[in-house]
């Protein structure tokens, strides 16, 4: 059994892993910092548009790095399977940045019981949970 093959994808399964949470710790660093405009808490398509585009470099990074016979500064024009699979590997890098950003940043979880529906909760502009009253029984 060829165990180098394995290797090589379980390593790269770590690199978009770990990529992704980088991406999400920045753009949440960002929402945060007074000199970074673009991005702010509550704007969730701007914060959308920015991931989509982390999520197109880093997959590029990433492509760059486990590939070496694309090495170098060669620029050509991709066969329709090359872009076809640069736009699949694209959206497997936002697929994992945004499960990334649910699992961790947008983690709100209720506990219910079967005579009492679920409150839902939200988030407000600042990025605190925001925990609406029960209603009245």
Request: overall charge positive.
């Amino acid at each position: 059994m060829d165990t180098s093959a394995a290797n090589s994808v379980s390593n790269i399964f770590i690199t978009q892993f770990t990529s992704s949470a980088v991406v999400v710790w920045i753009i949440q660093k960002l929402k945060g910092a007074k000199w970074f405009p673009f991005l702010k808490h509550g704007e969730a398509s701007v914060s959308r548009v920015w991931s989509i585009g982390a999520a197109a470099i880093t997959a590029i990074g990433i492509n760059y790095t486990w590939n070496p016979q694309t090495r170098g500064l060669l620029i050509v024009i991709p066969t329709m399977w090359g872009l076809l699979l640069g736009i699949w590997h694209w959206l497997n890098q936002f697929v994992l940045q945004e499960t990334v950003y649910q699992a961790t940043v947008n983690k709100i979880s209720v506990t219910t019981t079967p005579s009492k529906p679920a409150i839902p909760m939200a988030i407000d502009a600042a990025g605190a949970v925001v925990v609406p009253k029960a209603p009245a029984s």
